[in-house]
């Protein structure tokens, strides 16, 4: 079946190094992406979207890229620091279809001071 | 201002037993989603209020979950008859209501494991 999923499960990264985080997505309907951070017993929190007529969108040292031609998206953060360490998850949208989430396996990110 | 709110935030209780999950959204928030979270995964979408109507419950795996919201605020998620494989962290998330992207704001969730 179609669904979201993450290259790497753990991403480890000295402070003040810049981290990229990569998903993949299988539904060539999905038009809409959210970035969500989840910290250790925490629920996800929003980070940024991006609209699938936009390929970059910048945030606050947070950058996603959307690929749509290889349904592929990424999330950038700039001078990571050891308060970015968190799981990321990528989450699809198919606003024309359904406003339900499927969100990926995650990615951990591990900032060592 | 307070956030979304989930009790109680760990659950042990045996196969067979009924349980219920309670979420209280941020105030003034008229979409409420329940999640499903297992090790390693990411959130498994349940249920999604709009008001006290359920609008969506094509994820509720089967008939044993139950969720209500009565009043359109507060929501319960109801089990019964748990089972092992029914363990798992189960997050809420309210949103303003107002379009189908508005952000989604999560609890810390509830761990629920059934022995």
């Known amino acids: 079946g179609e669904s979201v999923g993450l290259h790497l499960p753990t991403l480890s990264v000295q402070e003040g190094d810049n981290s990229i985080i990569n998903c993949a997505y299988s539904?060539?309907?999905?038009?809409?992406f959210i970035w969500y951070k989840q910290e250790s017993g925490k629920g996800p929190q929003f980070i940024i979207d991006i609209r699938s007529n936009m390929d970059k969108r910048q945030g606050q040292r947070v950058t996603v890229l959307l690929n749509k031609t290889v349904k592929h998206l990424s999330l950038q953060i700039a001078a990571t620091q050891p308060g970015d360490s968190a799981v990321y998850f990528c989450?699809?949208?198919?606003?024309?279809?359904?406003?339900?989430?499927?969100f990926g396996r995650g990615t951990s990110l591990i900032v060592h001071p | 201002g307070a956030g979304v709110s989930q009790t109680p935030s760990n659950k042990v209780t045996e196969k067979g037993k009924y349980v219920e999950l309670r979420c209280d959204p941020i105030?003034?928030?008229?979409?409420l989603y329940w999640y499903r979270q297992s090790l390693g995964q990411g959130p498994e979408f349940l249920i999604y209020?709009?008001?006290?109507?359920?609008?969506?419950d094509s994820g509720l795996p089967n008939d044993r979950f139950f969720a209500v919201r009565p009043e359109g605020s507060v929501s319960t998620l109801k089990i019964q008859r748990t089972e092992r494989g029914d363990s798992a962290v189960y997050l809420c998330?309210?949103?303003?209501?107002?379009?189908?992207?508005?952000?989604?704001?999560f609890g810390p969730g509830t761990r629920l494991t059934v022995l």
């Open positions: 539904n060539s309907a999905s038009d809409y």
């Open positions: 105030s003034g928030h008229t979409a």
């Open positions: 989450a699809e949208y198919n606003l024309g279809g359904s406003y339900i989430p499927t």
């Open positions: 209020f709009q008001g006290t109507g359920a609008a969506d």
């Open positions: 998330a309210s949103s303003l209501g107002d379009t189908l992207t508005d952000t989604q704001y």
